[in-house]
């Protein structure tokens, strides 16, 4: 059965923040179409009116504070209506707010929100309170800048989260390349897999909000299940799809041996890790309407590179840059002209001006390599290769490439080729000590349920794909996830956990 929220009804106000983006986008929606469904939420419609009149309560408890302007707000959400109203109001009035991950642990929350400035952590209506400890010891750092209109973090897979402010213009920026290069507009209905705190968020929630679309919200809570999943693609009309490679993989392994389809899907992106090979070629077979596009971006810059994508492409390319963005491959401080390899800087329309603690920048954000510009550049620490017709092809991480046996591989190939076996769903490689070597590969695999994959079945799938130094001395197969970081990486360190366990149990046996 299908419920609406309703409220009492508000006088619309004159957007807070000096901007035509976000805020304005949605009052506009509020105010012309105020019965246009804004949100999906399991069988909860919330229309555009609805939503305006939940924001407007969430609103006024915000003024209520009685902070000065400019102090940010901590937001402590789980995904829900109630959240993206409590966001949205947070814009309307102008007050700059932190978007952490709910399952960050309390004490990563404490000093978060602590860094930030924030005077009040804030829940949305309806969720239960989380009382913090006291906040940890931490660098002092300075005030977000005076035209952030929210904070997101990074992954935190190297210790505690960095704080990055986003400006209102920034967002909006986003949204005027997005709307129109996905055809999202009145009445367009996108997926949200995503969490709130992610910057994916930027295209499936806010720039639909902003352009009059329909977001179809993912609860948290059935992520992972494949049926829900699929229900959501077959029921909703759904025309945009942003997500993870891992999402594909579960909606191909529920359809398996079916001839399920969704026509309806028009614009397919997938962003943020490796795609394997038996997944991107079952996409078009899955979604024979949508044009199929990688997206690479980072929190720090946001989306950078878009490319479109056929069903054969190995590994997949990142491709051309946004409007807008520049691109810089530097080898070892040299710019790299032409075709080549090196490590990409970026600099975007819609990046931070940096993390609000200054000192971890740790050469993150700086001048052009050889001082060329005054723009500010972002380190991505990827390497790639250009093509050329200018494309561009990650290879991996810049701090992936190791040597084993004084041979040099990067651990991102060798995952990539362990995803290349179609019962491999997700996998994670590291280098790891060795007494006698100096240093190893250890891998972690989550293989498909049912599939009876085993050790010597993968080891003898590596070496038809890797050279003898790049095949891991030691495979942990799982048939659960790896372990995520709160923002839904590899926690690598827990995977290195996984693989110890397993190198003290091989020596036992």
């Not at 931490?138 to 989260?161: I, N, Y």
């Not at 969490?195 to 009059?212: E, H, I, S, Y």
């Not at 695999?445 to 890797?466: D, I, K």
Request: aromatic share 6%; charged share 20%; proline share 9%.
């Amino acid at each position: 059965m299908t419920t609406t929220i309703t409220t009492t009804a508000a006088p619309l106000p004159e957007p807070v923040l000096p901007h035509d983006g976000l805020v304005a986008g949605f009052l506009r929606q509020a105010e012309s179409r105020p019965d246009a469904v804004a949100l999906v939420w399991h069988d909860t419609r919330i229309d555009y009116g609805d939503l305006y009149d939940l924001v407007c309560v969430e609103r006024d408890r915000i003024d209520g504070l009685g902070l000065a302007p400019g102090v940010p707000v901590g937001l402590l959400a789980d995904k829900s209506p109630e959240a993206v109203a409590l966001a949205l109001a947070c814009l309307l009035a102008g007050r700059p707010f932190l978007l952490p991950s709910p399952a960050l642990a309390d004490g990563a929350l404490a000093t978060l929100f602590a860094q930030a400035g924030c005077a009040r952590v804030l829940v949305p209506q309806g969720q239960p309170r989380r009382e913090l400890p006291a906040p940890a010891a931490f660098a002092a750092v300075e005030p977000a800048p005076a035209d952030t209109a929210l904070m997101l973090t990074t992954s935190g897979s190297t210790g505690l989260p960095k704080v990055v402010p986003l400006s209102g213009g920034a967002v909006d920026r986003f949204i005027a390349w997005a709307a129109p290069e996905f055809g999202i507009g009145p009445g367009t209905a996108v997926l949200n897999v995503a969490p709130l705190n992610f910057d994916l968020c930027l295209l499936d929630v806010w720039t639909t909000l902003a352009a009059g679309g329909r977001v179809v919200l993912v609860d948290p809570a059935h992520a992972a299940n494949g049926r829900h999943l699929v229900e959501l693609l077959s029921t909703q009309d759904v025309r945009v799809v942003q997500a993870v490679p891992m999402f594909f993989g579960l909606i191909l392994q529920t359809v398996a041996d079916t001839d399920t389809a969704f026509p309806s899907v028009e614009h397919l992106m997938f962003t943020g890790d490796a795609m394997p090979a038996h997944v991107l070629a079952e996409l078009p077979r899955l979604f024979p309407g949508a044009r199929l596009r990688n997206i690479y971006g980072c929190t720090e810059t946001n989306d950078s590179f878009i490319a479109d994508v056929a069903p054969t492409d190995n590994p997949v390319p990142i491709g051309h840059p946004l409007p807008g963005v520049q691109a810089l491959l530097v080898d070892d401080g040299a710019v790299v002209d032409g075709p080549g390899t090196g490590e990409l800087f970026v600099h975007t329309p819609f990046q931070t001006a940096g993390y609000l603690d200054r000192s971890r920048h740790a050469d993150k954000f700086g001048a052009h390599p050889t001082g060329a510009d005054d723009l500010r550049w972002f380190r991505t620490g990827d390497l790639v290769r250009r093509a050329p017709d200018g494309s561009l092809l990650l290879l991996g991480r810049a701090d992936f490439q190791v040597k084993v046996r004084g041979v040099a591989v990067n651990t991102a190939e060798v995952e990539r080729a362990l995803l290349a076996h179609p019962d491999v769903l997700e996998a994670a490689v590291l280098a790891v000590p060795d007494p006698v070597a100096g240093r190893l590969l250890a891998a972690a695999v989550r293989r498909a349920p049912g599939s009876g994959l085993n050790s010597l079945t993968l080891r003898a799938h590596c070496s038809r794909e890797l050279p003898r130094n790049a095949i891991p001395k030691t495979l942990h197969i799982s048939d659960v996830p790896l372990p995520k970081t709160a923002t839904g990486k590899v926690d690598r360190k827990a995977v290195g956990t996984l693989t110890e366990q397993s190198t003290v149990e091989r020596r036992v046996s």
